[in-house]
DNA sequence: CGGACGCGTTCCACTCACCGGTACGCTGTC
DNA sequence: GACAGCGTACCGGTGAGTGGAACGCGTCCG
């Protein structure tokens, strides 16, 4: 699944051996999952630690701040972010519940930020990690405003179910995607996750066609109504469409 | 300041030729930086695109979100961070102002996360980012709870001056440094960035003796008043601090 | 207009950094 | 006490990586 032929593959497939769950693999785990020769894994891993990006401890290796502070720096992600904090920021004060911002890569959703608070939803998503686009209310409204070519790229790849509400059929999906379109906001209801409801708006491009991210408030069934978010969600999604729009250089 | 004799190194090297201001550089800033010849700059910034490490525009190249995806996985700060944000978002709402999260590495601090509204004080500091322990607060109060051979370490190097106020007489900075330890607090007015008033407690290890993080906040001269939000910031410290001790596992 | 720059790209022969099989020492565990 | 799994260390062969040189652009001069 990756060049291993080369050392910069290697170094990377062992970064990427790391699972968003795990914390501390054991060499011998590593050249499991790597299919590397111990000897190189070992010679590798070290090489990485004296550049800081992985960490030895006792019981094995971790990734090392190194990479945290890189990765914050990462051009795009880092400037949405920071414009996009404070929107956040309001929308969770508004409604208390879980706040995400995230952005299309490919075929699947990036979760570029996640806040919530003490008695927040149990789920899966991480800041930095990835998810389905068609299970999710905000991959579904970036999906929606996306290049025709990208919508008909998910539509004809295969739709996981995730839970028994996943919605598969992809005339269904569509529909929900023409809907979403419409009016600038998209449900999920347990589709991804068994017990959670969400709401997503999309932040659109200064043209107002395409969107660059999405923002979206999740919360579990029973005390939670994705209806009674909704407008605080776009309104969110708008206001920090509109900033961004007025910056210069973009993105 | 790299090994560049390595394929590694270079890679690193070239990853970190990007500064935190950086967003796009161009391949001849690169080959300045980092002191390497075109093209080898050119053919390993290649492999790196490959990777999704970096990105290819039209201008140059920038850092991809495979950087971002692998930072948000670095072990400490992920599980300190999923455990801290609710407090932080706490505290947040509390005081409307920027709140920080820090955590030392070696003899500067390492912010771990920031969050702020629409009307944050301009603030040099970013999540990810690094600063002197010396003149900020999260620095003072996390090298007054540190084992002293690092608190005479960072006595001992040059302390510099970043602004008129900046503390340099190491006498007085470890006076600051007692009363840090005595009292749980930190203040630091204008001796990093001028204009800039901040306050910050430790978030105590089990034991209660050492500090694995610390949480601050941060305001502009005028409005913003540190002693007034004190209590506040302590209360947020210690919650986190307990949260943290209650964890299976540690860190 | 021509020449001189700065930039990104490509090429290629040399060579040294990388490779990975092998072997060692240490723990537990049956 | 044999064994299995782990982390570590060694080392000769070799091809991946190297970087100097040359090319094709634009652009900014005189």
Redesign the interface.
């Known amino acids: 699944m ?2 291993l032929d ?4 290697k ?2 497939a062992l ?2 051996a ?1 699972g ?1 769950e ?3 693999l054991p060499l011998a785990e590593l050249v499991r999952r790597t299919g590397l020769p111990k000897g190189t894994v070992h010679r ?1 891993a070290g ?2 630690v ?2 800081r ?1 992985l ?1 030895k401890t006792e019981h094995g290796y ?4 190194g ?13 949405l ?1 920071e414009v996009a ?2 929107f956040l ?2 929308l ?2 508004r409604t208390h519940e879980t706040v995400h911002l995230g952005v299309r ?1 490919g075929t699947e959703v ?1 979760y ?1 930020a996640k ?4 008695r ?1 939803a149990r789920s899966p998503s ?5 998810m389905p686009m068609h299970c999710t209310a905000i991959g579904k409204v970036l999906l929606a405003h996306a290049e025709s070519s990208v919508r008909s790229a998910v539509l004809a790849g295969p739709l996981a179910r995730r839970t028994p509400h996943t919605v598969v059929a992809p005339g269904l999906l569509e529909q929900q995607l023409d809907r979403a379109l419409e009016t600038g906001l998209a449900f999920e209801r347990e589709e991804s996750t068994p017990g959670l409801l969400c709401v997503a708006a999309p932040v659109l491009d200064t043209d107002g066609a395409t969107a660059v991210a999405a923002i979206s408030v999740t919360g579990p069934v029973g005390r939670f109504r994705p209806e009674a978010h909704q407008n605080a969600v776009r309104a969110a999604a708008t206001a920090l469409g509109s900033t961004l729009a007025r910056r210069p ?1 973009g ?1």
Chains 1, 2 share one sequence.
């Open positions: 990756e060049e080369t050392v910069l593959g170094a990377v970064l990427r790391f968003p795990d914390r501390l590798v090489d990485l004296r550049h990006l960490e971790r990734l090392a701040s990479l945290f502070e890189l990765g914050m720096r990462a051009a795009t992600e880092r400037t972010l904090m404070p920021q309001d969770y004060e890569e990036v570029v806040i919530g608070g003490h927040q991480r800041a930095g990690g990835r250089g993105l």
